[in-house]
């Protein structure tokens, strides 16, 4: 086994209060982590989980000047999208065509081959139903001339492309100029920005959205706060990330996938979050579902747990058993699906 390299000594600080609630009490949950999925960061870690809020983060952190170190080969350098379902085989082929009639159907889109009937057909199969409406970020449809709507870490810029092409005037903003300049090239309307950049904007947009973002930012309260601040009243905030009360967390432990150190500075558990975000003043959160993230967290968890390859995971359309439980586990306990997916709405008296 390859020698982990250590992370710069000037490139770490501390963290001595908990970046979520500001409390110094706390216990270690995991020591000498390290990067065992892109295995291209140096450093061995160490999280805590706060005895107030019960949120965990990392302490020592990489700091901003370098933390670019842990992103050497990460998807969002990619120009590639990645579909939820590929068209293998008879079967495969028709439920790709029949979600695509339900995007259309649902959400304004025109994807094809397209099977119409898969408007009444994928309802009633509630994991894909729960996918493609998380692939479309369970959004509305934008009002009369298109609504304005932000991705903040737009990854590749996939969604962005989606969205634009459900009627949205979109945007996307990121502290990582290589996807800025990967999304450019795609012609997508997307800058690069600083923090303090999130403090010039008042009351603009419709929507704001966030895939597996607010883990990964060193003020994640300040951010929802800025962010509550961009949205016109009556807006949406759609937002994604690990879930730390998770059933994959609790059956995996320290090989749980959405661990994944030095990356995720912050993790939450939902009830936790829920409060921060009224606490900025969102109200009528809902917590949403993405459906099949099971089929995608446990195959690299069990890798990781076994130390293989996890580029290798994958069940090929294969589940067993007991990720099929999983599955209709997550459906009827919210509170222990691997992501927390919601939305919030800033208040039209706000």
């Given at each position: 086994m390859t020698a982990i390299q250590p992370w710069p000594a000037d490139g770490l600080e501390s963290v001595p209060i908990c970046p979520v609630c500001g409390h110094a009490q706390r216990?270690?949950?995991y020591t000498d982590l390290t990067d065992r999925v892109f295995n291209v960061a140096p450093g061995t870690w160490t999280l805590y989980r706060c005895t107030q809020c019960e949120s965990a983060y990392l302490d020592p952190r990489p700091n901003e000047a370098t933390i670019g170190l842990a992103y050497a080969s990460y998807y969002t350098h990619?120009?590639?999208d990645h579909p939820i379902v590929r068209r293998k085989g008879v079967v495969r082929a028709f439920v790709h065509d029949a979600m695509n009639g339900y995007r259309n159907a649902r959400y304004g889109l025109n994807r094809q081959p397209s099977i119409q009937a898969g408007r009444w057909l994928i309802p009633l199969l509630p994991s894909l139903r729960a996918a493609v409406d998380a692939q479309c970020r369970h959004l509305p449809r934008p009002p009369?001339?298109?609504g304005r709507l932000l991705d903040v870490g737009f990854g590749n810029?996939?969604?962005l492309?989606?969205?634009s092409e459900m009627g949205w005037n979109a945007e996307g903003i990121d502290f990582d100029a290589q996807a800025v300049e990967v999304a450019q090239k795609r012609g997508l309307n997307v800058r690069c920005i600083s923090a303090d950049t999130f403090h010039e904007a008042t009351a603009q947009y419709d929507v704001i959205t966030l895939s597996h973002v607010i883990e990964h930012v060193y003020d994640p309260v300040g951010l929802l706060k800025a962010l509550y601040a961009m949205l016109k009243p009556g807006g949406m905030l759609w937002l994604d990330t690990p879930n730390l009360d998770s059933k994959g967390h609790a059956r995996f432990g320290r090989n749980w996938r959405g661990?994944?150190?030095p990356r995720h500075l912050v993790l939450f558990g939902g009830q936790t979050l829920f409060g921060v975000l009224q606490d900025c003043g969102f109200v009528?959160?809902?917590?949403?579902?993405?459906?099949l993230s099971v089929f995608d967290v446990f195959p690299v968890s069990e890798a990781l747990t076994r130390d293989t390859d996890t580029a290798q995971a994958s069940r090929q359309g294969k589940p067993p058993l007991r990720e099929i439980l999983a599955e209709l586990d997550e459906m009827l306990r919210p509170a222990r699906r691997e992501f927390i997916t919601l939305s919030a709405i800033k208040p039209v008296s706000a």
């Open positions: 216990e270690v949950l990619e120009a590639t009369a001339g298109g810029g996939g969604f492309q989606l969205a661990l994944e150190p009528d959160l809902r917590r949403l579902w993405r459906g």
